[in-house]
């Protein structure tokens, strides 16, 4: 059974940063590229970040350059976001997903909240 | 990157059919067949339900169908459940090797 699993999130004062983990289990998690994507509260999803398999080609939506980065270790089944910079417009609800086919996600994980108040 | 357009809002009665369509353009919906449509009930994860514009994931129920004509795609829903009830949002591959989702569109059934 595939199994997303999200951690780190947490209050954090804006300026502030914040380490996000995802563990992976259930599939082959090398050979698939992985994302994550966000959901303010009440709010629509918003693609983050996306990592290829060998950590070559990684894309950022415009709201997070510069300011988050996206990484992941094959050997330990795990994907991580690094996230810098906080402001109070990064407030949500953070989602790992796996990617099949560009923009095909076929699985998500439950996700963890990220709050930026001070 | 701007989001995709979805209506706010679709509603239906048991049994009818409905669309929601996901305009773009000739950046992402109109240039790639990679299109996916997601379910998502409240305080739950979204849930993929078509991939590349017309594909159904093993498990998902044949009531659910997709298409796509030029920048716009489509979503319908046929025979209408009160399961169905929940929020959509389409997605897309784009020019600059990014991903988009739509504004997303809440589906009531009355």
């Known amino acids: 059974e595939v199994q997303l699993v999200e951690s780190g999130g947490g209050l954090v004062k804006p300026g502030g940063s914040l380490r996000l983990s995802c563990a992976a289990s259930g599939f082959e998690f090398s050979i698939y590229s992985m994302n994550w994507v966000r959901q303010a509260p009440g709010k629509g999803l918003e693609w983050v970040s996306s990592?290829?398999?060998?950590?070559?080609?990684?894309y950022y939506a415009d709201s997070v350059k510069g300011r988050f980065t996206i990484s992941r270790d094959n050997a330990e089944n795990s994907l991580y976001l690094q996230m810098d910079s906080l402001r109070a417009e990064d407030t949500a609800v953070y989602y790992c997903a796996k990617e099949t086919t560009y923009s095909t996600f076929d699985y998500w994980g439950r996700g963890t909240l990220v709050t930026v108040s001070s | 990157q701007s989001a995709l357009t979805q209506p706010a809002s679709v509603s239906g009665s048991p049994g009818q059919s409905i669309t929601i369509s996901c305009t773009g353009t000739s950046s992402d919906v109109d240039d790639y067949k990679s299109v996916s449509w997601y379910q998502q009930h409240p305080g739950k994860a979204p849930k993929l339900m078509i991939s590349d514009v017309s594909n159904r994931p093993s498990g998902v129920s044949n009531r659910f169908s997709g298409s796509k004509s030029g920048n716009t795609a489509s979503l319908t829903i046929s025979g209408l459940q009160a399961e169905d009830e929940a929020d959509y949002y389409c997605s897309s591959y784009t020019s600059r090797w990014s991903r988009v989702f739509g504004t997303g569109t809440k589906v009531t059934v009355l």
């Open positions: 990592i290829n398999i060998g950590s070559s080609y990684i």
